[in-house]
Nanobody, 120 residues
Framework: QLQASGGGLVQAGSSLRLSCTLSGPIFTNYISAWFRQAPGKEREFVSLIRWSSGSTYYGDSVKGRFTISKNNAKKMVALQMNSLKPEDTAVYFC???????????????WGQGTQVTVSS
């Protein structure tokens, strides 16, 4: 139900735009979120957005560099990533659910993930 795309290999300071398309229904107050996971590390919260209001929330490590947005008509969530750093390297996952949460275990529907690699 969730398909993420847009990852790639870029140099530090570059930008990438990730997209996540939802194929299922979007319920009232539904949340879409992005997490990332680097090798050997736990899944880390990146950002989330509430479909009904557009309210957003960011992890401290990406605040000011990443922007999450949504397109209701296309049922798509985008993550614009600017000023990328090598420490942003990870597999990025999109997810969705009813909880306004930055905790991965609160979400049950996950996409396959897309690799983002930032070289120094």
């Amino acid at each position: 139900q969730l398909q993420a795309s847009g990852g790639g290999l870029v140099q530090a300071g570059s930008s990438l735009r990730l997209s996540c398309t939802l194929s299922g229904p979007i319920f009232t107050n539904y949340i879409s979120a992005w997490f990332r996971q680097a090798p050997g590390k736990e899944r880390e919260f990146v950002s989330l957005i509430r479909w009904s209001s557009g309210s957003t929330y960011y992890g401290d490590s990406v605040k000011g560099r990443f922007t999450i947005s949504k397109n209701n008509a296309k049922k798509m969530v985008a993550l614009q990533m600017n000023s990328l750093k090598p420490e942003d390297t990870a597999v990025y996952f999109c997810t969705a659910g009813p909880a306004f949460s930055n905790i991965a275990k609160d979400y049950t529907d996950w996409g396959q993930g897309t690799q983002v690699t930032v070289s120094s």
